[in-house]
């Protein structure tokens, strides 16, 4: 691997966010950097305050790049000259590319999971899907099932009210009733068969290994493949009662790993090899050992 050498030359990409202290995206992406030979640096940029400022200094300074987190993935959207249609669907931007006029957003969190599950071999298609939780997260997972072609989806929520409020705007923008809501406690009503689970409130999360958002045997007999978004733990208590059932089970890490790498090739142009993802993936869970988050 070449030496990450920064001199006049060198392009800086940086995530906008308030706190980006337990950030991990700078490992990836200058672990990209260094196995490409890009002469790039990326850096945590904490916004405290006066974002519109902080987008057009990054301009102003000939920033190559931003990633954006929170809480500022939707109050950044006023100051972009474009929106990518994904992006203005889930109403939440990620990553800014620049542009003659600008920045374009692009929402990366969503395209990277998709090809998360698509390296690991989880079809979306035809599927019938459990989503565990109705919070900003679960609502993007939802569009996305829902633009690829999942037979049904069951939006499950301990406030069931949060659940119904995104299953009427994701049946609205996909124009067909593919989300019904329920509440966390009806699971034993779900229609029989097996589903893929994506696993997404925040229940399980270090140091809170021990639980899990539902424990009940029954729903994981129902359970075929468990998607947990959740990377730390790296085996989460969700991903080990799916197991225990005959199920498969991944965690979130390398939907964090390809929404950054997605990012990378939107900066630079290119496209990361298998091989240099992996790399990627070895620096991403080696930080989480470590206890970066
Ligand atoms: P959020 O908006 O705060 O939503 C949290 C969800 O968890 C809500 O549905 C909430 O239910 C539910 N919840 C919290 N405590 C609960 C409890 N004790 N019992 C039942 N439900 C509970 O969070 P978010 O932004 O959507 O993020 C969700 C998770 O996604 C995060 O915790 C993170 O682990 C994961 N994530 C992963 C990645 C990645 O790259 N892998 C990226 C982003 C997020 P109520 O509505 O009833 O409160």
Not at 92 to 109: F, M, P
Request: hydrophobic letters at 45%.
């Amino acid at each position: 691997m070449q030496e990450h050498i920064i001199n006049g030359s060198t392009k800086v990409c940086g995530l906008l966010g308030n706190p980006v202290e337990h950030t991990m995206s700078p490992l990836v992406q200058n672990y990209l950097a260094r196995v490409t030979g890009h002469n790039r640096v990326y850096i945590p940029l904490p916004v405290k305050a006066d974002l519109e400022a902080a987008v057009k200094g990054a301009e102003a300074m000939g920033f190559l790049g931003c990633n954006v987190t929170v809480p500022y993935k939707s109050q950044v959207i006023p100051y972009l000259s474009e929106v990518d249609e994904l992006a203005a669907q889930i109403g939440a931007v990620n990553t800014l590319v620049r542009t003659e006029q600008g920045w374009k957003g692009y929402n990366t969190d969503m395209p990277g999971l998709h090809r998360a599950m698509m390296e690991d071999g989880v079809e979306i298609a035809g599927e019938k899907i459990v989503i565990l939780g109705a919070g900003g997260v679960a609502r993007a997972v939802a569009l996305l099932m829902a633009r690829n072609e999942a037979k049904e989806i069951y939006l499950m929520n301990r406030t069931v009210e949060k659940a119904e409020a995104i299953a009427a705007e994701v049946n609205a923008k996909a124009g067909r009733p593919v989300v019904k809501a329920m509440a966390l406690a009806d699971y034993m009503e779900l229609p029989s068969g097996k589903y893929l689970a994506i696993q997404a409130t925040s229940v399980g999360m270090h140091p809170h290994t021990e639980e899990a958002v539902i424990t009940e045997e029954a729903f994981y007999e129902k359970i075929h493949t468990g998607y947990d978004l959740i990377y730390n733990p790296a085996d989460t208590k969700f991903m080990q009662l799916v197991k225990a059932h005959g199920g498969k089970a991944y965690n979130g890490l390398k939907m964090l790993l390809f929404q950054g790498i997605i990012a990378y090739e939107l900066w630079n142009d290119t496209k990361i090899t298998k091989e240099q993802a992996a790399g990627a993936y070895e620096v991403l869970a080696a930080g989480v050992e470590r206890g970066v988050k």
